[in-house]
């Protein structure tokens, strides 16, 4: 479904890398890994639709990603290292905003079902910039939960969980690649999810 | 989606009043200082309105551009925003006009106040506060342009007033002399016109060429 040719970045005039290639069928997760400065990122918002690369092509169900513009971006669910949060915001206004940006309203009962979920019960009503680290992480992943997209791209989603949380968002990956789902993503931890296929692309 | 940034935008300056209030009394404070300096010499006071209503008015909706799109930009939201399979434009759109409704309506509601300082009539007054109701929202509509432009750069607030306060003049040649054909008995109305046209033109350009600008900053 997801595809890179020959994709190549550069940053400056350092060629952070190239000739990178890779596909990944439905229910596929590909984890980067690399050491620091080798370009995860880069690649995470390349595949997005973020930045273009500067070299290759990314195909989605073999069409290239930049012919596609919003049919691919309804297919994304993107979390980065910005938590993509407003801090004076509530965690439930929060959550309902970004998916109703992403194309996906939920109503007040689905945010508060997926908070509690995510371990958020009775934080519902605060604004975000009153909760530490881990929880507005969690406000940030309580996201993959709602939405209905295909293609997920997480740039180091475990930061700052302890192991109740890391273990619930393993589940919610295994569970996404049951369903036929794709994951991108980047850790430097090890991760223990059961799926199909596990590829690791490492980055020099 | 249209409807649910105008709602995210109004409640975050809601929950930020001081953001709101300071661009207010700025333009409170720069017009009521005129009178304070030149003296109550009404001949000059009538003449010199306008143009210092509307001066202050670019001014005042100039010292908020930069939030436009910096606390999105370094929490995350604006990428996010990006993202969206709806149309950037139609967001940029939605954010300019929330900015007008915290920034340039309460700007528009206080100039009758401010105007009666210069000893303006009636009808003037009318005629200023309708020029900038009309004109107010393309100056948050060029000014959205000016703040994708700038997003992430150091001494970005600088630079923003350079680049759009030269693209503000027909607004303000135009707003003022509304005022002034009033006060000189002759028509407005091809002023108003002359805005309005500006209004349309910006609802049209503008959204997309800060969208553009937008993702060119983000890449």
């Known amino acids: 479904m997801l595809q890179g040719i020959n994709l190549a970045c550069v940053r400056g005039d350092r060629e952070l890398f190239k000739d990178i290639n890779f596909s990944l069928e439905a229910g596929c997760l590909l984890q980067v890994r690399g050491p620091n400065g080798s370009g995860k990122t880069s690649l995470l918002r390349m595949l997005c639709g973020l930045s273009n690369p500067a070299a290759g092509e990314i195909l989605w169900r073999g069409t290239s990603i930049r012919s596609l513009n919003g049919d691919y971006f309804s297919a994304v669910t993107y979390i980065g290292h910005l938590s993509g949060t407003k801090d004076d915001l509530t965690v439930i206004e929060n959550l309902r905003i970004s998916s109703a940006l992403a194309g996906s309203e939920i109503s007040i009962s689905q945010a508060s079902d997926a908070l509690k979920h995510m ?86 | 989606m249209f409807m649910w940034i105008i709602k995210r935008d109004l409640l975050l300056a809601m929950r930020r009043q001081s953001d709101v209030l300071t661009t207010l009394f700025f333009f409170i404070i720069v017009v009521s200082l005129f009178p304070l300096s030149v003296g109550p010499e009404m001949n000059m006071l009538r003449t010199m309105a306008p143009g210092v209503v509307w001066v202050a008015a670019l001014l005042a909706s100039m010292l908020s551009l930069g939030r436009m799109f910096s606390n999105d930009y370094v929490d995350g939201t604006l990428e996010q925003m990006l993202l969206s399979p709806q149309s950037l434009s139609l967001l940029v759109l939605g954010k300019a006009f929330a900015h007008w409704l915290v920034t340039g309506v309460p700007l528009v509601l206080m100039a009758p106040v401010l105007g009666i300082q210069y000893d303006l009539p009636t009808d003037a007054l009318l005629v200023l506060t309708a020029a900038l109701l009309l004109g107010t929202p393309v100056l948050s509509l060029i000014g959205a342009i000016g703040a994708a432009l700038t997003l992430g750069l150091r001494g970005g607030g600088v630079l923003v007033s350079l680049l759009v306060l030269p693209l503000y003049i027909p607004v303000l040649i135009f707003g003022a002399g509304a005022v002034e054909a009033n006060m000189a008995g002759v028509a407005f109305d091809a002023h108003l016109s002359l805005i309005g046209a500006f209004l349309l033109v910006s609802i049209v350009f503008a959204p997309w060429a800060a969208a553009s600008s937008l993702r060119v900053s983000l890449e």
Request: charged share 20%; net charge positive.
């Open chain 1, 119 to 204: 371990g958020l019960r009775g934080r519902e009503a605060l604004p975000v910039k009153v909760l530490s680290q881990g929880q507005r992480r969690r406000v940030a992943l309580a996201r993959l939960l709602v939405c209905t997209t295909t293609l997920w791209i997480l740039d180091e989603p475990l930061v700052a969980l302890d192991v109740m949380a890391v273990k619930l968002i393993q589940k919610l990956l295994e569970q996404h690649l049951q369903r036929g789902g794709v994951i991108v993503m980047t850790t430097h931890q090890e991760i223990e999810v059961t799926a199909t296929s596990i590829m690791q692309l490492h980055l020099a």
